[in-house]
């Protein structure tokens, strides 16, 4: 593909964050997840100057953030609509982030297709049967005046993701059409492509991406009047090269003269906030095992899922500092074990102990397992502030039961 010249540099300015050390977290009641109102500016600061530097519209994947108390902020930096995966994530875009809602899911149902029509700007199929399935009630609709785009998720059947569990283009993938599924002669009333094979990626990855989507489906690409590179972008992360996913994006856009989406949720929310905790007991059985009013498996599922080790601040791995900790959580299950840390001190019952980047993937995946006490939403505004934006109790919990 055509790539505007290596050397071209887009510079982005970004403001100052809290410093996280400033922060009296003994004050802040436990358990919360908080985010952080500066570190939330500063993503959005960057996403939004790639957006204008790029010319590509940035549009928030609600899957991964969809914290609607901070979407005040996302309109201030431009951020000018969401992506849906259900029609509940489709009400949210509406009510709250009030912009354009662009609609995704691997399969509709004939009891919700009406309702999210009326919601979408923008509706992507993930398959030809699905299209055909819906397509009268798409027509019927814009010749009622009604304006939304529709597109068709092709899987490239190339990605550079590790994990199966987030790879949409592996084996038998059931996400998007293949080049050998593909159904050209049933585009009439398409006007957008979308793919999503992107995690947690850098430029490089999506620009190879490209060129494999353009060997394969470049010859739809001069009818489409959009192309969505779907999430997994991620722009904020310390030494994503921003200046080479603007050259691609221009490049793309040049060349095919199609508007391009971008959809990350992670980038929105990455490193913005933490998950504050407190030391319940401490126990020891071989090793000290230290008691959280936090679950791994209710608040942090992708610590189990990927897996990872969040950071915990001010600690180190195992034996680096003098003690030397299990972290576990609240639930009788027993892989509800974060990991082992160490410590400069011994840990006491109620001091706080707080996970580093626990926002995105986090509150949109929590449950309410063993009914143990769900973490308070709150905000630390960056005037030195800590605002309780939501506590959770009885009512919550069973509201989700019958
Ligand atoms: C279709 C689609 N778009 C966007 C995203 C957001 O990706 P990320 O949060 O990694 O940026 C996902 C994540 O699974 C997705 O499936």
Request: glycine share 8%.
């Amino acid at each position: 593909m055509t790539t505007l010249p290596q050397a071209q540099a887009f510079p982005i300015q970004l403001p100052e964050v809290y410093p996280a050390d400033q922060i009296p977290w003994d004050t802040i009641p436990s358990p919360a997840f908080v985010l952080d109102e500066s570190r939330l500016r500063r993503n959005l600061s960057l996403i939004s100057q790639v957006q204008d530097l790029s010319g590509a519209q940035i549009i928030v994947a609600f899957k991964g953030f969809s914290m609607f108390s901070a979407f005040p902020w996302l309109r201030e930096y431009g951020i000018s609509g969401a992506t849906a995966s259900s029609l509940n994530e489709a009400l949210l875009a509406k009510q709250e982030l009030r912009g354009e809602v662009h609609v995704y899911a691997p399969a509709y149902s004939d009891a919700e297709f009406p309702q999210l029509m009326e919601l979408a700007d923008h509706l992507s199929f993930n398959s030809f049967s699905q299209w055909e399935r819906f397509k009268p009630q798409v027509m019927a609709a814009r010749a009622a005046g009604k304006q939304v785009g529709i597109g068709i998720r092709i899987n490239p059947e190339y990605a550079e993701v590790e994990t199966d569990l987030y790879n949409p283009a592996g084996p038998f993938s059931r996400l998007g059409v293949t080049r050998s599924n593909f159904r050209p002669e049933l585009l009439d009333g398409v006007d957008g492509l979308h793919f999503h094979t992107l995690c947690e990626k850098d430029a490089d990855t999506l620009e190879r991406t490209l060129e494999v989507v353009e060997r394969n489906f470049g010859e739809f690409l001069p009818q489409m009047q959009w192309v969505n590179f779907g999430g997994g972008h991620l722009m904020t992360r310390e030494g994503y090269d921003t200046d080479r996913l603007i050259r691609v994006v221009r490049a793309f856009r040049e060349k095919w003269q199609v508007e391009v989406i971008l959809e990350p949720g992670s980038a929105f929310g990455w490193g913005t906030g933490w998950l504050v905790s407190s030391v319940l007991d401490v126990v020891e059985n071989g090793k000290q095992i230290a008691l959280l009013d936090v679950s791994v498996s209710a608040h942090m599922p992708d610590v189990l899922e990927m897996p990872y080790r969040p950071n915990v601040l001010g600690a180190g791995r195992a034996g680096e500092l003098a003690h030397d900790y299990l972290l576990g959580g609240t639930t009788c299950l027993a892989g509800d074990v974060i990991d082992e840390y160490s410590f400069d001190h011994a840990l006491t019952v109620g001091e706080r102990v707080v996970f580093d980047d626990m926002i995105h993937y986090t509150m949109v995946k929590t449950t309410f397992f063993n009914g143990v006490k769900h973490p308070d939403i709150g905000i630390w505004h960056q005037k030195g502030e800590y605002q309780i934006v939501r506590e959770f109790g009885y009512d919550q919990f069973r509201a989700k039961l019958s």
